[in-house]
């Protein structure tokens, strides 16, 4: 399957610091790209679409003035936590859909990055 | 709102019991898609089933979908240590029309197996 890098994969910070995650599709393009929230032995939780060139989408009840998130290019987004707080401690994991309708299969699957563990002291 | 119901919430098993997951939608789906996420790890995506009544199988793992495209099981035989993690169930999210791509997950089947 395809491959999604995910930076860092690890970190703890202060509460009241900004904390920006990547995330990289690697051998393919990804118009839109998804970011998801896991608590532990929780399911994951869509917190955000984000999609190239436009204004992401958040889904009720995430902050979008919190969770900042920039799709810079066709591999690259990035989620940015602003004034983490000790809540805010999770997984975070980002996929990117692979969507083809033309030039061979087609094709609609998301893959997953290897996560990052955000804790907030 | 959509739910994707999926039981049971855990399930420890003997190596080389059998084992299924089972997954319930409150709503019809256009596809169902399966993941495995191993302890400490990311979602992996196993299969996409589309078509309704369908059967698909990965060696040990055999995957249906219902005849009403709302429930969906996930079947290991003779389960293996390396079968170990937690399966999810995913549909997509209704959104009229269009074709978002964003999905709903079930809560997962944790499922530990002993040697």
């Known amino acids: 399957g395809a491959v999604v890098s995910q930076h860092p994969s690890r970190v703890i910070c202060k509460s009241g610091t900004s904390v920006k995650i990547e995330c990289r599709s690697l051998?393919?393009?990804?118009?839109?790209m998804f970011w998801y929230r896991q608590f532990p032995k929780q399911s994951l939780m869509l917190m955000a679409t984000s999609n190239e060139g436009s204004k992401a989408t958040y889904e009720q009840g995430v902050e979008k003035d919190k969770f900042l998130i920039n799709h810079a290019s066709l591999t690259l987004s990035t989620l940015t936590v602003t004034s983490a707080h000790p809540e805010d401690s999770s997984f975070y994991i980002c996929?990117?859909?692979?969507?083809?309708?033309?030039?061979?299969?087609?094709?609609?699957?998301?893959?997953f990055g290897p996560g990052t563990r955000l804790t907030v002291l | 709102g959509q739910q994707v119901m999926q039981i049971p919430q855990y399930q420890h098993v003997q190596e080389g019991e059998d084992f299924t997951t089972y997954c319930n939608s409150s709503t019809t789906l256009s596809n169902i898609q399966w993941y495995k996420q191993r302890p400490g790890g990311h979602p992996v995506f196993l299969i996409q089933l589309v078509k309704s009544g369908e059967v698909k199988k990965q060696k040990r793992l055999t995957f249906q979908f219902g005849e009403a495209k709302k429930n969906s099981s996930l079947h290991i035989t003779a389960t293996q240590t390396t079968d170990v993690g937690t399966y999810f169930c995913?549909?997509?999210?209704?959104?009229?029309?269009?074709?978002?791509?964003?999905?709903?997950f079930g809560q997962g089947t944790t499922l530990q197996v002993k040697p």
């Open positions: 996929s990117a859909r692979d969507f083809r309708l033309a030039g061979g299969p087609s094709t609609d699957t998301q893959y």
């Open positions: 995913a549909g997509p999210m209704p959104h009229g029309s269009s074709n978002t791509g964003k999905l709903i």
């Open positions: 051998d393919f393009q990804a118009t839109t």
